[in-house]
C-alpha cells in the first residue's frame, strides 16, 4: 500500500512552484498547483496530495491558528475569519467513568463557524483567489457549506452549494442562507450531491471546495499539529491515540499527512505517531466495513441512515488516504449505534462541552472500543469532537430536557421548583430521553406507580 509512515525525502520536480506541486497518490505523476486545476490525477484519476520541498519542523511554527502552521501550507497567509487555536478541554468524569489513562477533548466546534471546516476553507479559498476563479461550490451534509457560504463571503466570491434535501441540520442550511450562498436541495443523498458537483467542477462552472480537493486537507492537518503540540506541553508526551468521526475521511487522511510531514522533518519518530481511529454511526460504517475486512478499499453504501447528519455517507472519498492512515499507525474504525451517540453527546454536555450528534460519535467509539478491551486502561486518548451543538438545535432538544411552563409570577413559580410532582414529571421526560424505548418505558411504570402510591397515603388511605 502506498503512503508509508516514512517516505523518502522527495526533490522538487520542475513542475513545483515555489517548492509546492501536486501529486498522484496511486502514479506518482506530479502537477503544478496553480498552472490549471486538478483535483485528481490527470493520468490515472486518483486522488492527489499537496507535495513540499521541505518538511516541516516545530521550530518553524509560530502565531496562533491555522496560519501558525504556514511553514506546511502552500501559502503565508489566506482568507482569514481567523480559525484553528480550539480547545483541548479536560474531561476528569468523561476520563475515569470510560477507564483511560489520560482523556481530552479537541472541540472543533470553537471555530468561526462552529466546525473543523473552516480550517481547510481558509486555505481552500486562498488557493481559490491564487487560481483566479471567482465561483466556489461544494456538495455538503451542512457545516462544508456553512464554512464555504462565510469564506466565500469574506473572500467577495459567488458560493453555490449542494445540500441533500431534508437532512441537514438547521442551524447550518441557516448559515449557508446568511452568507449568502445559492442554496440547491438535491432529492438524494450527499454522495449524489458530490457527483453532481464534481461534474460541475470537471466541466470548468465551479471550483470545488470539498475535501476531494487536496488543499482543503492542508488547513485540515493543522488539527493535528495543535493536538500534538498542546499534549506535549502538557504532559510531555504525544497522546497515544486520536479518535475521531468520520464522513468522507478527509481529517483522518489529514491527520495521517500532518504526522507523516513530522516524520519527514525529523521532528516524530514512527512509535510516537499516535493510532488513528475513526468512528462511523452503524448506518453509514463503509469505512468501519473495508477496515473490518481488511481491505484496501471501500464498497459504497447506496443507504445511509443515521442521526448523526453530518456523517451520513455511504462513499468516502478520502479513504485511499485514510485507509492507510488506519492501518499504518496500528488503528481501527468501529461503528456506533444512535443512541450510543446521544449519550455520548448527553455526557460531553454535561462536561459543559456542547457538541453535535457526529461530533459525540468519537466518544462513543471510544467507550465502545474500551469495553471490549481493544483500548487499554493505559492509553493518552484525544477524542475529537468536530461541530458545535447550536450547529443541530432540534438534535439538541431530542437529546435534553423539555422547558417547564410555569405561571407569571414569583410565588407560583418557586411552588413549582420545589413540587415534588412536577420534579418527578421532568425526572420521568429525562429518563425516557436518557434510554432507550423499552426501559423508559419500564421505568415509566416504575415511577408512575411510585407517584401513585404517593396519591395514596396523601389521601390518608
Ligand atoms: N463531523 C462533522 C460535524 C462533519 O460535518 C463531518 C463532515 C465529519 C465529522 C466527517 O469528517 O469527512 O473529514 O471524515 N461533514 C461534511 C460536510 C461531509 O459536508 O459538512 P470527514
Known amino acids: 500500500m502506498s503512503l508509508e509512515l516514512s517516505a523518502p525525502t522527495q526533490s522538487e520536480p520542475?513542475?513545483?512552484?515555489?517548492?509546492?506541486?501536486?501529486?498522484c497518490i496511486e502514479c506518482g505523476a506530479q502537477w503544478a498547483p496553480f498552472d490549471e486545476i486538478h483535483y485528481?490525477?490527470?493520468?490515472?484519476?486518483s486522488l492527489l496530495e499537496v507535495r513540499y520541498a521541505e518538511p516541516p519542523?516545530?521550530?518553524?511554527?509560530?502565531?496562533?491558528?491555522?496560519?501558525?502552521?504556514?511553514?506546511?501550507?502552500?501559502?503565508?497567509?489566506?482568507?482569514?475569519?481567523?480559525?484553528?487555536?480550539?480547545?483541548?478541554?479536560?474531561?476528569?468524569?468523561?476520563?475515569?467513568?470510560?477507564?483511560?489513562?489520560?482523556?481530552?477533548?479537541?472541540?472543533?466546534?470553537?471555530?468561526?463557524?462552529?466546525?473543523f471546516k473552516d480550517r481547510g476553507?481558509?486555505?481552500?479559498?486562498?488557493?481559490?483567489?491564487?487560481?483566479?476563479?471567482?465561483?466556489?461550490?461544494?456538495?455538503?451534509?451542512?457545516n462544508t457549506s456553512a464554512a464555504l457560504a462565510a469564506y466565500g463571503a469574506r473572500g467577495g466570491m459567488e458560493t453555490l452549494v449542494l445540500l441533500p434535501s431534508g437532512k441537514v441540520a438547521a442551524g447550518k442550511i441557516a448559515q449557508a442562507s446568511l452568507h449568502g450562498a445559492r442554496i440547491l436541495e438535491v432529492d438524494g443523498n450527499f454522495d449524489s450531491c458530490l457527483d453532481i458537483v464534481q461534474d460541475l467542477a470537471n466541466r470548468?462552472?465551479?471550483?470545488?471546495?470539498?475535501?476531494?480537493?487536496?488543499?482543503?486537507?492542508?488547513?485540515?492537518?493543522?488539527?493535528?499539529?495543535?493536538i500534538l503540540e498542546k499534549h506535549y506541553e502538557d504532559y510531555g508526551?504525544?497522546?497515544?491515540?486520536?479518535?475521531?468521526?468520520?464522513?468522507?475521511?478527509?481529517?483522518?487522511?489529514?491527520?495521517?499527512?500532518?504526522?507523516?510531514e513530522l516524520v519527514a522533518g525529523g521532528e516524530l519518530d514512527e512509535d510516537q505517531v499516535p493510532t488513528l481511529t475513526g468512528v462511523q454511526a452503524e448506518g453509514a460504517a463503509p469505512m468501519v466495513e473495508a477496515v473490518e475486512n481488511g481491505r484496501d478499499e471501500i464498497e459504497r453504501w447506496d443507504d445511509v441512515e443515521t442521526r448523526a447528519t453530518a456523517i451520513r455517507i455511504g462513499n468516502p472519498v478520502n479513504a485511499p488516504k485514510a485507509l492507510p492512515g488506519i492501518y499504518n499507525t496500528d488503528g481501527t474504525a468501529v461503528a456506533v449505534s444512535d443512541e450510543q451517540i446521544t449519550t455520548a453527546q448527553?455526557?460531553?454536555?454535561?462536561?459543559?462541552?456542547?457538541?453535535e450528534p457526529a461530533s459525540a460519535a468519537s466518544v462513543a467509539g471510544l467507550r465502545?472500543?474500551?469495553?471490549?478491551?481493544?483500548?487499554?486502561?493505559?492509553?493518552?486518548?484525544?477524542?475529537?469532537?468536530?461541530?458545535?451543538?447550536?450547529?443541530?438545535?432540534?438534535?439538541?432538544?431530542?437529546?435534553?430536557?423539555?422547558?417547564?411552563?410555569?405561571?407569571?409570577?414569583?410565588?407560583a413559580v418557586l411552588d413549582h421548583i420545589d413540587d415534588e410532582q412536577s420534579a418527578l414529571d421532568a425526572a420521568i421526560q429525562g429518563v425516557s430521553k436518557a434510554t432507550d424505548s423499552s426501559l423508559a418505558a419500564a421505568l415509566g411504570g416504575l415511577v408512575a406507580a411510585y407517584l401513585g402510591y404517593r396519591k395514596l397515603r396523601s389521601n390518608g388511605e
Not at 204 to 213: D, K, R, T
Not at 240 to 258: E, F, M, Q, S, W
Not at 346 to 355: P, S
Open 368 to 411: 465502545k472500543l474500551r469495553e471490549a478491551g481493544e483500548i487499554t486502561a493505559d492509553e493518552s486518548v484525544v477524542c475529537l469532537t468536530t461541530g458545535h451543538l447550536l450547529k443541530d438545535p432540534d438534535a439538541a432538544f431530542e437529546a435534553g430536557g423539555d422547558p417547564e411552563p410555569v405561571p407569571n409570577d414569583t410565588d
Open 40 to 45: 485528481t490525477c490527470a493520468d490515472c484519476d
Open 204 to 226: 470548468g462552472e465551479v471550483y470545488l471546495l470539498n475535501s476531494l480537493n487536496p488543499f482543503r486537507l492542508e488547513g485540515q492537518k493543522t488539527i493535528g499539529f495543535e
Open 57 to 115: 519542523t516545530f521550530d518553524d511554527f509560530e502565531g496562533r491558528g491555522v496560519w501558525r502552521y504556514n511553514a506546511a501550507l502552500p501559502f503565508k497567509e489566506g482568507v482569514t475569519l481567523p480559525e484553528g487555536d480550539t480547545p483541548l478541554h479536560e474531561v476528569p468524569d468523561l476520563q475515569e467513568e470510560i477507564g483511560v489513562d489520560s482523556l481530552r477533548v479537541k472541540h472543533e466546534g470553537m471555530n468561526p463557524t462552529g466546525a
Open 121 to 142: 476553507m481558509t486555505v481552500g479559498v486562498a488557493v481559490a483567489k491564487e487560481l483566479g476563479v471567482d465561483r466556489l461550490a461544494c456538495a455538503s451534509t451542512g
Open 346 to 355: 448527553r455526557q460531553l454536555a454535561e462536561a459543559g462541552i456542547g457538541v
Open 237 to 260: 508526551e504525544y497522546p497515544d491515540r486520536i479518535v475521531l468521526p468520520v464522513g468522507n475521511a478527509g481529517n483522518t487522511a489529514a491527520l495521517y499527512k500532518a504526522f507523516r
Open 14 to 23: 520542475a513542475c513545483a512552484d515555489d517548492g509546492v506541486w501536486l501529486e
